[in-house]
């Protein structure tokens, strides 16, 4: 028998064609800013598509995702304050359950490897699995959140758009929440200008930018104002809760109190503050750091006192307000789809 190769190639070529026809996808990229260092996260594990990063941005919005339907991501971050809640000190979940830490920024992902206070988890596609299966926060198992998506005309459609098929599965969602949560991208405040030199700080602002790289630059790192390192900081033990920190999963005494550096931009809008809460300002924090010092038991940053006068860490906090990024906190691509 004779083939002929010209027709079974051509042939191939149209049943491809075809069959990425009822499957295309818009790439998607996360473009990043000069000077920054490369993201950590593995892009090619979890190619960005546009239709994927809208299924996640639909799921993040969504109560579906908790046991009652009564708790979203959003619900304890809030985009207009970087992402985190503002009204209570600890994260509140179904049926008014009260959790044992303060919610996190979700600011610049893409350059974190660990997540959480005391990171417990270490890949952003496992991240949501903590709040939606943890009891005090959405209460749910990935098996009811799968039979309830799958039961959506919307969400199969939605899935069907970035996956090619109206499957919903866990590794599906999971990806979907990492797009989008990956592309919280935040990079355009003052400071960000003030370093493309396309504007300029104050004399204030700039007095308290000196203060800042003299006191707290070890730890906040430019340009993402974290190490992502876990840390003491000199906070005692609240007794309520008890919390150990990393030394939870780390099992090492040596990890006792220590707690993951969060990044402070926006913490303009980000109180309260610590992984408990506990300080109300920022005012609050930097007269914290201020009382610090000569303790063997503080990381050598915070071992050599500040001794900030008042003037100064009213300086200090008008540098931190130079690195509010308002593009991102009210950037509608970001916010609920109301489309």
Known sequence: MKFNW????????ALVGFGFSNQTTTPLYLDVPKGWPKPVYDFDRNPL??????LGRYLFYDPILSKDSTISCASCHLQQTGFTHVDHKLSHGIEGKIGTRNAMILI???WNKDFMWDGGVNNL??????????PAEMGETLEHVIAKLQASEKYRTLFSKAFGDEKVNSQ???????????????????????????????????????????????CHKEPLFSDT?????????????????RMKITGKQEDYLRFKIPSLRNSYYTYPYMHDGRFKTLMEVIKHYNSLGNDKNLPAALVKPMNLSDNDRVDLIAFLY???????????RFSFPRE
């Open 6 to 13: 010209k027709y079974i190639l051509g042939t191939w070529i």
């Open 49 to 54: 598509t546009e239709e994927g990063f809208q």
């Open 108 to 110: 610049n992902l893409a």
């Open 125 to 134: 596609e496992m991240q949501p699995i903590n709040p939606i299966t943890n």
């Open 172 to 218: 599906r969602l999971l990806k979907a929440l990492a797009q989008f949560t990956v592309m919280l991208k935040s990079s355009n405040a003052k400071y960000d200008k003030v370093m493309r030199k396309e504007e300029s700080f104050t004399t204030q602002e700039q007095h308290g930018y000196d203060l800042f790289k003299t006191n707290c630059a070890s």
């Open 229 to 245: 390192k876990f840390e003491r900081n000199g906070l005692a033990v609240d007794e309520t809760l008890n919390d150990s920190g």
């Open 322 to 332: 130079t690195l509010t990024d308002r593009e991102f906190l009210f950037n509608k």
